[in-house]
T-cell receptor, first 113, second 112 residues
Framework: NAGVMQNPRHLVRRRGQEARLRCSPMKGHSHVYWYRQLPEEGLKFMVYLQKENIIDESGMPKERFSAEFPKEGPSILRIQQVVRGDSAAYFC???????????FGPGTRLLVL | QKEVEQNSGPLSVPEGAIASLNCTYSDRGSQSFFWYRQYSGKSPELIMFIYSNGDKEDGRFTAQLNKASQYVSLLIRDSQPSDSATYLCAVNDPGGYQKVTFGTGTKLQVIP
């Protein structure tokens, strides 16, 4: 049973470009969460999604960031017009319908030059 | 604002000793509590969860929960250098959704 999958594992972008991060949850999981982690800092919640619905986006910056979890395909975290401050590890986690236990993917390390 | 608090450490223990990691939370309605381990440069890995007051043991790990004191802890017996990592406490938000709030983590160093 494959775990949570994220790609790409590493992403390099120049300032002003767009970054698209993808997350495929574990089989049978219908809830996806995105977190950001700066070096030597804790996990910061960004957004919580179910299929076709954003449940909680209280941690998302108001501009340039968006997330979706379509009926088919992976969840996407999109960062438009990236800036150097967006450089971080972005983790996706998923949980089953019946409870809050979250399992994490390997993360995407974003570097903005 | 829901809060989960942990001492950032580092907590240094000698190899073979018991490491005790502590976490307090603010929302009395929370029912589910989790411990994750995160090695440097890696993603968090679930190691324990606990729902009921008391102790839960899994190998060298014991999670302890005291809902009256809003306190959850993780004990690691016979600590090994490979246990050196950051340990994250997570607590569910009881608002009806499946969201959890993470603490900032405690860095554990096991000295050989």
């Amino acid at each position: 049973n494959a775990g949570v999958m994220q790609n790409p594992r590493h992403l390099v972008r120049r300032r002003g470009q767009e970054a698209r991060l993808r997350c495929s949850p574990m089989k049978g999981h219908s809830h996806v969460y995105w977190y950001r982690q700066l070096p030597e800092e804790g996990l910061k919640f960004m957004v919580y999604l179910q299929k076709e619905n954003i449940i909680d986006e209280s941690g998302m910056p108001k501009e340039r960031f968006s997330a979706e979890f379509p009926k088919e395909g992976p969840s996407i975290l999109r960062i438009q017009q990236v800036v150097r401050g967006d450089s971080a590890a972005y983790f996706c986690a998923s949980s089953p319908p019946g409870g809050p236990t979250q399992y994490f993917g390997p993360g995407t390390r974003l570097l903005v030059l | 604002q829901k809060e989960v608090e942990q001492n950032s450490g580092p907590l240094s223990v000698p190899e073979g000793a018991i490491a005790s990691l502590n976490c307090t939370y603010s929302d009395r309605g929370s029912q589910s509590f989790f411990w994750y381990r995160q090695y440097s440069g890696k993603s968090p890995e679930l190691i324990m969860f606990i729902y009921s007051n008391g102790d839960k043991e899994d190998g060298r790990f014991t999670a302890q929960l005291n809902k009256a004191s809003q306190y959850v802890s993780l004990l690691i017996r016979d600590s090994q250098p490979s246990d050196s990592a950051t340990y994250l406490c997570a607590v569910n938000d009881p608002g009806g959704y499946q969201k959890v709030t993470f603490g900032t983590g405690t860095k554990l160093q096991v000295i050989p």
